[in-house]
């Protein structure tokens, strides 16, 4: 195999009680990469996009990822990356992961797959790393993994593929702003009460339970963020008001996704994400707010191939 191009999927993480270690795959929104051998042993990255995403390998967090992982090869050639990118960057689903993982997994492709879901999991946050300022897995671990995940460790990678309930729905509204992940980590505290800790560790418990016995009831009550959510909630417009609309259209749960300012829904029911879809759509357009937001079903599956010769 001398090229690959493959499609890369958003995510969704924290699910408000699981920060910086649950994740979300999503099927809708996501990154074409393509990537061909090339005889010079060198990474070179073409950028084809709005974004003005840069080309250069120490700054594309696609290509920072690809040093990572070569630097574990003897490989004799080198790789041209084309990345076309469905994700607007800063947008809290994924962006960057979209594209560090889905290099990653191509170029493994390309080598007859030497490395393991874990190894690629593990070059990918070094894109994450770079553009957030510190390790973290939540949004690599559902693009290479698909469904949901657990990152249960970083520091050797460990990461659990939860059960997906067939119905369950993410509803996405994103504003049309930027919030640097890097930003939006610093208003995050680094000291929390021991009762907050409890209430959130039950809270994660809970919610992988949830999962497992696809109650509902359970995970509307577990999806609830007593820690990150009320520092973070002033960066993203209307972040209440959307709330109070979902919960009232009937959503499972709401919360910020990733580091915003994109918010997510949970349903387990269409109809009832067409509703919040289009409430809280007709909100923001009440109020000249330009915005992206869709719905989309869990991915089980993660990454795909789109064509390979
Ligand atoms: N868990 C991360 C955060 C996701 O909330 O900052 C952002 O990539």
Known sequence: MD???VFSPGSITNLSCGYD???VCLQNRGDEITVKKIDKKEIII???????????????????AAQALLKNTKTKFGFEIEIKKGIKPGSGIGSSAASSAGTVFAINQLLDSPFSQMDL?????????????????DNVAPIILGGITLVRSIDEIDVIKLPSPKSLEVIIIRPN????TSDSRKVVKNKIKIEKMVQ??????SFVSSLYTEDYGLMSKSVVDVIV?????????????????????????????GSGPSIFSLSNN????????????NHYEKLNISYDGFISKVNSTGIKIIESN
Not at 200 to 205: I, M, T, V
């Open 229 to 257: 959510e009320p520092n973070r909630r002033i960066l993203i417009p209307e972040f209440d008001k959307i709330k109070e609309i979902s919960k009232e259209d009937g959503a499972i749960a709401v919360g910020i996704s």
């Open 21 to 23: 270690i649950l994740g």
């Open 177 to 180: 702003i930027e919030i640097k």
């Open 121 to 137: 999991i593990k070059f990918s946050m070094e894109g994450e790393k770079f553009v957030s300022g510190t390790y973290h897995a």
């Open 200 to 205: 959130q560790s039950a809270n994660l418990g």
């Open 46 to 64: 073409n950028s084809n996009d709005d974004y003005n995403i840069s080309e250069d390998i120490n700054k594309n967090v696609a290509g920072i």
């Open 270 to 281: 269409s109809t009832v994400s067409e509703k919040i879809l289009k409430s809280v759509t």
């Open 3 to 5: 090229s690959i191009k």
